[in-house]
């Protein structure tokens, strides 16, 4: 690798010049045929022999701080802007996909920049809200793989089996019904009794009853 070219005294005295009367890093790299951070380093550098005035530093700080003030005037959306903005989507429970559509943005420009400072605001501690399980118990029963729904969530397999888990042990678990109501609804759908209904074996037990005696007519004839 090259060193870099050592300064000479005319470029000295023109970066002072420059500088001291209030021009841009840009320009004075321009004029000097330098690169800008390189200019910066020898102005700054306390083994320097250029002298930076108070009223060129001032004039640099005025000019950055104009164009500061005309760039928040724009529609630049900021960082903390758009992760304002992702948030309640994350909440809500849509998947980063829907979640750029909504803003405007590719999905890898979200997943690589916001993505994952908007889900710490949204989840605190890893909690994820109801929406989020919700959807993600609903996408696994539509039929979607462990590993379709991490990646429409940016999380990992084992993360999203754990979801589902409990989601499902969560689940109300409908009970059979007893006796009686299988009675009533086998009743009421004309169908035979159940198996072990009172009413069978009753009947069953007074066939049996009468199988077991003996038929007097028969015993006559």
Same mark, same amino acid.
């Given at each position: 690798?090259?060193?870099?070219?050592?300064?000479?005294?005319?470029?000295?005295?023109?970066?002072?010049?420059? *500088?001291?009367? $209030?021009?841009?890093?840009?320009?004075?790299?321009?004029?000097?045929?330098?690169?800008?951070?390189?200019?910066?380093?020898?102005?700054?550098?306390?083994?320097?022999?250029?002298?930076?005035?108070?009223? $060129?530093?001032?004039? @640099? @700080?005025?000019?950055?701080?104009?164009?500061?003030?005309?760039?928040?005037?724009?529609?630049?959306?900021?960082?903390?802007?758009?992760?304002?903005?992702?948030?309640?989507?994350?909440?809500?429970?849509?998947?980063?996909?829907?979640? /750029? =559509? #909504?803003?405007?943005?590719?999905?890898?420009?979200? %997943?690589?920049?916001?993505?994952?400072? *908007?889900? #710490?605001?949204?989840?605190?501690?890893?909690?994820?809200?109801?929406?989020?399980?919700?959807?993600?118990?609903?996408?696994?029963?539509?039929?979607?793989?462990?590993?379709?729904?991490?990646?429409?969530?940016?999380?990992?397999? #084992?993360?999203?089996?754990?979801?589902?888990?409990?989601?499902?042990?969560?689940?109300?678990?409908?009970?059979?019904?007893?006796?009686?109501?299988?009675?009533?609804?086998?009743?009421? =759908?004309? =169908? /035979?009794?159940? %198996?072990?209904?009172?009413?069978?074996?009753?009947?069953?037990?007074? $066939?049996? #009853?009468?199988?077991?005696?003996?038929? %007097?007519?028969?015993?006559?004839?």
């Amino acid at each position: 690798m090259s060193k870099p070219k050592p300064w000479t005294p005319e470029e000295d005295a023109k970066l002072e010049t420059l *500088a001291n009367a $209030g021009k841009s890093w840009d320009a004075i790299a321009g004029v000097i045929g330098r690169s800008k951070s390189s200019c910066q380093s020898r102005a700054s550098s306390p083994n320097s022999p250029v002298t930076l005035s108070e009223e $060129g530093m001032r004039i @640099r @700080r005025a000019r950055l701080a104009e164009n500061m003030g005309n760039l928040r005037k724009t529609n630049v959306r900021t960082k903390k802007d758009t992760i304002s903005l992702i948030v309640p989507l994350i909440q809500r429970g849509l998947t980063a996909q829907e979640i /750029a =559509n #909504e803003i405007g943005i590719t999905k890898h420009h979200l %997943t690589s920049y916001y993505y994952k400072d *908007a889900k #710490e605001l949204a989840c605190p501690r890893g909690k994820l809200t109801p929406q989020i399980l919700q959807r993600i118990y609903l996408l696994r029963k539509s039929g979607l793989s462990l590993r379709e729904i991490g990646y429409h969530f940016c999380m990992c397999m #084992e993360s999203v089996r754990q979801i589902i888990r409990r989601a499902s042990s969560d689940e109300p678990r409908q009970e059979s019904p007893n006796s009686e109501e299988m009675f009533l609804i086998r009743k009421n =759908n004309g =169908n /035979a009794l159940p %198996t072990g209904h009172p009413i069978v074996m009753q009947g069953l037990w007074r $066939g049996l #009853e009468k199988w077991r005696m003996p038929d %007097t007519n028969v015993a006559r004839g």
